[in-house]
């Protein structure tokens, strides 16, 4: 990821009154590639369609002028002068410079700067600025690769930020690549397949535990210390920038677990202030000190996302199971990466968790069950019938559609708090 990309600015600022969030996308040879009717839904129904909803949902705070991406060294070994805001390649800038599995266009790209040893001198080199991308605030590069992670199970795509303007850290380049073999073209997947394009984009635009430690607050000011460089310190174990204890804190929670045992179970919150106010409205539970991320799934869903527990169906979980929605939580997750403003009207309604109190957003959902059986009420939203053979089906408890209980023996010891 390169980051602190120096953008030149607009000539004529327009009064700061929202701007619309605008996403250019770019669509990598390999799309091109792609057999027609797979492609034709890539490039005129999901990205369409996704961008779409995205740009009324959110304005950037700050406009960009022109974007020219910074193009990548050679070695990765860099350099920057104080007086300078644009990095120095030591030995030579790469051939290519990529984003995600994707070749930046040429067009694209800042001319190359070079450190010479020798004069000790920073010097532009190559071909002069390009001329870049004019009215966007963000580029996405779109591809179609069989890569070595669409080996892993059950990707459909993924998503991630390449570069990082300097005046706020906000993402202006990023990559979504599909799986070619994942790709459906059936229409009853069509639902799925959107909000899956979708999920990933607002993961490059800021839901991200890389991006983190560059949330700034209302006023622009960075939420995490920076460093002489610039740039927060740097977490060796999590391969990550540290985000401070303004952005996420750490809580442990008493946890009810089989046999009567009360366990210490560690939590990460996202405790920012519109994530603060929205989980206690949505939950109903004034007490709440922010929402929690996953903490299952390994890297790359781990923090990356909202725990699947407590917020099922909402469309920023880790894994995909039903009516996908993105509601006022992530919305204002958005808002409080600092980079832009969010229209709640495009938010859908989620009703997961709805009202459920401190219970059941704070306590294990063995603790909840168990009150629920004491008092003989519904145990709703969770269940306690084994999945058989044939299904066995129910109703949902909103008796809005036919269900199923997804509840499956566990073939190996469990964890013990998940027992």
Wanted: overall charge positive; hydrophobic content about 35%; charged content about 25%.
């Amino acid at each position: 990821v390169v980051y602190q990309v120096p953008l030149r600015e607009n000539h004529v600022l327009k009064r700061n009154v929202g701007q619309q969030l605008r996403i250019k996308i770019i669509y990598d040879r390999s799309v091109e590639d792609l057999l027609p009717e797979k492609r034709h839904l890539i490039k005129n129904k999901l990205f369409p369609q996704a961008i779409s909803y995205l740009e009324k949902t959110f304005q950037v705070r700050k406009p960009t002028g022109t974007i020219l991406l910074s193009r990548q060294c050679a070695t990765n070994q860099y350099l920057r002068r104080k007086a300078d805001p644009h990095r120095c390649c030591r030995g030579a800038c790469s051939d290519h410079t990529k984003c995600g599995p994707v070749i930046v266009p040429e067009e694209h790209l800042q001319q190359c700067r070079v450190f010479n040893e020798s004069e000790w001198h920073c010097g532009p080199t190559g071909l002069p600025d390009q001329e870049g991308v004019r009215d966007a605030d963000f580029l996405l590069y779109v591809s179609a690769l069989t890569t070595e992670r669409c080996g892993h199970e059950n990707i459909i795509a993924y998503a991630a930020y390449c570069q990082l303007e300097a005046e706020m850290d906000r993402p202006i380049a990023g990559y979504a690549n599909l799986c070619p073999n994942m790709i459906s073209t059936q229409a009853q997947e069509f639902v799925g397949m959107l909000s899956t394009v979708k999920h990933e984009i607002i993961h490059a635009l800021g839901f991200s535990a890389g991006l983190f430690a560059f949330y700034r607050d209302d006023d622009g000011k960075p939420l995490t210390t920076r460093y002489a460089d610039g740039l927060p310190s740097f977490n060796e174990s999590l391969g990550l920038y540290q985000w401070s204890n303004k952005v996420v804190h750490k809580a442990v929670r008493l946890w009810d677990v089989r046999g009567g045992q009360i366990l210490r179970h560690a939590v990460h919150l996202l405790i920012t202030p519109r994530v603060v106010e929205e989980a206690r409205k949505h939950f109903n539970c004034p007490i709440l000190e922010g929402m929690e991320l996953e903490n299952q799934g390994g890297m790359g869903t781990e923090l990356n996302h909202w725990e699947k527990r407590l917020l099922e169906n909402e469309a920023m979980t880790g894994s995909h199971t039903q009516n996908r929605v993105f509601s006022r939580i992530t919305l204002a997750l958005m808002e409080d990466t600092g980079w832009y403003k969010a229209n709640y009207s495009m938010a859908e309604k989620l009703d997961w968790g709805r009202n459920k109190g401190c219970d059941f957003v704070m306590k294990s959902c063995k603790f909840w069950i168990d009150q629920k059986r004491q008092k003989r009420q519904l145990i709703s939203p969770y269940c306690d019938t084994l999945r058989s053979n044939p299904l066995q089906l129910t109703c949902r408890q909103d008796q809005r559609a036919v269900a199923v209980c997804n509840l499956q023996k566990f073939p190996k010891q469990l964890p013990q708090e998940y027992q």
